[in-house]
């Protein structure tokens, strides 16, 4: 994807105040991210670890989600898998959660989805990061299949929480 601004991934926040988008943690080595195996820069909160974000780009234009991730229980050492880039994982898959864009957030509703605790789902599906013995299925896809297919899954989770 195309490299993305500090300002640029603050007003892209679509599920969040203005506010909130402006006081979030924001990776300060932006210049140095691998932008191009990226599908969507994904980061957790270092001061909040219950929070994550990611960035990505639709229709062109930047668009980024807050999502909060539930405190770790029992589930997190199975191994799931993330429905975003179709890992398996022991232990590093987590439950993200985002809150609904606009009027439906502020009322509670939320969209839930299992997502690589790391958010490096564009690094697993290029081979780029390791996940274990195990964590990919054998398929027949190709990586460009696959790549594909991890940005329809996150653009069907973006359509969820902007719906
Ligand atoms: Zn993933």
């Not at 007003?11 to 195996?37: H, I, M, Q, Y």
């Not at 980061?43 to 229709?59: F, G, I, N, S, V």
């Not at 062109?60 to 398996?88: E, F």
Request: charge should be positive; charged fraction near 25%.
């Amino acid at each position: 994807m195309k490299p993305l601004t500090e300002p640029e991934i603050r007003t892209a926040f679509v599920n969040c105040t203005k506010g909130e988008a402006k006081r979030l943690s924001v990776p300060r080595d932006l210049a140095e991210r691998p932008w191009d195996d990226l599908d969507f820069l994904g980061w957790r909160d270092p001061q909040a670890p219950d929070r994550a974000y990611l960035a990505t780009e639709r229709d062109g234009r930047p668009v980024a989600l807050a999502l909060r991730c539930p405190s770790a229980t029992s589930w997190q050492t199975r191994r799931s898998m993330c429905s975003m880039c179709m890992t398996t994982h022991t232990g590093g898959v987590s439950l993200m959660v985002a809150a609904k864009a606009g009027k439906a957030g502020q009322q509670g509703n939320s969209v839930g989805a299992y997502i690589c605790s790391d958010l490096a789902c564009s690094l697993y599906v290029r081979g780029k990061k390791d996940a274990g013995v195990g964590a990919r299925l054998p398929e027949s896809l190709t990586l460009d299949e696959k790549i594909q297919r991890t940005v329809a899954n996150l653009a069907a989770l973006i359509a969820k929480v902007t719906a």
